[in-house]
């Protein structure tokens, strides 16, 4: 056990992906997308895990984090949260996204 966020810093920085990587990811997204939608939160966090590993972007965290937060894994979401508002590769939206969800967690 140890540290429960150690999974999240661990996590391989943003970068530009390949088009094939892209489409890959948005399939996975959408599958996460659905197992979320009926609060399979647990299948959903894998997809998106898996999303953001073939095609990493700041945006796939987000997903990431509400995941981690409707399980109750509150350092991972807020890791993850923090993540994103120190990546520079994140637009404003994303940060500000990733700003409120902290808020949430206090």
Known sequence: EGD???WVRELPA???S????????????????AAYDVAD?????DHWLR??????V????????A????LKRLDEARALYQRVVADPRA???????????LRELH
């Open 41 to 45: 939160f647990e299948r959903a966090r």
């Open 91 to 101: 637009s404003e939206a994303v940060k500000e996204r990733a700003r409120s969800g």
């Open 51 to 56: 999303a953001y590993l073939t095609a990493p």
């Open 4 to 6: 429960p966020v150690k």
């Open 58 to 65: 700041p945006a796939s965290l987000l997903n990431l984090a």
């Open 14 to 16: 943003a970068r530009e």
């Open 67 to 70: 995941c981690m937060k409707q």
């Open 18 to 33: 390949t088009e094939q990587e892209t489409q890959a990811a948005r399939s996975l997204f959408q599958e996460g997308r």
